[in-house]
């Protein structure tokens, strides 16, 4: 089995938040743009000149992410490599350190506290805990205090250790003195 070393990680981090920097779901942009008119093609040319920062495909096109986007997007990784490296406590860092802190799945966790002492009783194990796959992150800033992230998540472990586990999740995220921290998290 391939090792990754620590610089393909960093590469792929690169390319993912290239990624991101580039490409928003259809729904948001769809009604935010107007198509500009058609461009004519150049003398001689039959393909029209590309249109800066929209894809001709309605279903993908381009964005450029705002800083706070990144910032959201770099929480989740920083989750990610946590869990994916057996640092629960690291992993829960994402969540604001508050009384309020509400994570919603199987049951309703309040308070920083509760939810890392869950997360403990849960995951016992490293091999517990899998290996951990964030996709299809959407960010969605509604102010300059406050922003939406969706996603998906994949949890691939042996059937021994509660085997592979999907979902989707929705959190409320606020920027606070500590960088951006999760307030809510719903975890279906």
């Given at each position: 089995?391939p090792?990754?070393?620590s610089?393909?990680i960093s590469?792929?981090?690169?390319?993912?938040?290239?990624?991101?920097l580039l490409?928003?779901?259809?729904?948001r942009t769809?009604?935010?743009?107007?198509?500009p008119p058609?461009?004519?093609?150049?003398?001689g040319?039959?393909i029209?000149?590309?249109?800066a920062?929209?894809?001709?495909?309605?279903?993908?096109?381009?964005?450029?992410?705002?800083r706070?986007e990144?910032?959201?997007?770099k929480?989740l990784i920083?989750?990610e490599?946590a869990?994916?490296a057996?640092?629960?406590?690291?992993f829960?860092?994402?969540?604001?350190?508050s009384p309020?802190?509400?994570f919603?799945?199987?049951?309703v966790?309040?308070?920083?506290?509760q939810?890392?002492n869950?997360?403990?009783?849960?995951?016992?194990?490293?091999s517990?805990?899998?290996?951990l796959?964030y996709?299809?992150?959407e960010?969605?800033?509604?102010?300059?205090?406050?922003?939406?992230?969706?996603?998906?998540?994949?949890?691939?472990?042996?059937?021994?250790?509660g085997?592979?586990a999907?979902?989707?999740?929705?959190?409320v995220?606020?920027k606070?003195?500590?960088g951006?921290k999760?307030?809510?998290?719903?975890?279906?």
């Amino acid at each position: 089995m391939p090792c990754r070393t620590s610089r393909s990680i960093s590469q792929g981090i690169a390319a993912f938040l290239l990624c991101m920097l580039l490409v928003v779901p259809a729904a948001r942009t769809q009604s935010a743009l107007q198509p500009p008119p058609q461009a004519q093609p150049a003398p001689g040319n039959s393909i029209p000149p590309p249109r800066a920062g929209v894809s001709d495909a309605p279903d993908n096109p381009l964005h450029t992410a705002s800083r706070a986007e990144l910032d959201i997007v770099k929480v989740l990784i920083t989750q990610e490599h946590a869990w994916n490296a057996g640092d629960v406590e690291g992993f829960v860092k994402g969540y604001k350190d508050s009384p309020e802190t509400l994570f919603i799945g199987k049951q309703v966790s309040k308070g920083y506290q509760q939810i890392l002492n869950d997360y403990k009783r849960d995951y016992i194990s490293r091999s517990s805990m899998g290996n951990l796959t964030y996709a299809e992150l959407e960010v969605t800033p509604l102010n300059d205090t406050f922003a939406i992230c969706t996603g998906r998540y994949h949890l691939d472990r042996t059937k021994k250790d509660g085997g592979p586990a999907d979902g989707l999740f929705s959190l409320v995220l606020e920027k606070t003195a500590g960088g951006w921290k999760i307030v809510l998290d719903h975890t279906t």
